[in-house]
């Protein structure tokens, strides 16, 4: 397993409750494909939301994320990180 | 004090090492801003980094990666997060 930092763009105004209610769908079938998001930040200026996840793939991050309803604009796995 | 999430570009080859003193670049003098590095992810083929900081503004940000040696790319405030 992997963890993936992906981005949505084009997500202006999103509200909180968007923002859970997205993180809702992804949850809702993500173990389908053996991922599990993680976190999720938003800025609803810009309208980008960034999340984290941890997945077999970058494939299975991008295929759950569309069938969700949100398909991401890049999707870039983040093998060494800080915590 | 706002979350904000920046991205550096160009960072390709980025080694575990080279992160973590990057990191610790930051810490060592993030207080003199108010500003605080929390993680950091790295994808060292497209050599993409992802910070997650707490802040008083981007500048903020911007000037302590700035002095630290890697300016940011693109900072944003992310107010909205699932944890």
Known sequence: MTQFMDVHHGMQGITDEELQRAHAADLAIEKEEGVHFERAWADPVSGTVYCLSEAPSAEAVRRI???????????RPVPLSIW
Chains 1, 2 share one sequence.
């Open 65 to 75: 994320h569309e069938r969700a309803g949100h398909p991401a604009d890049e999707i």
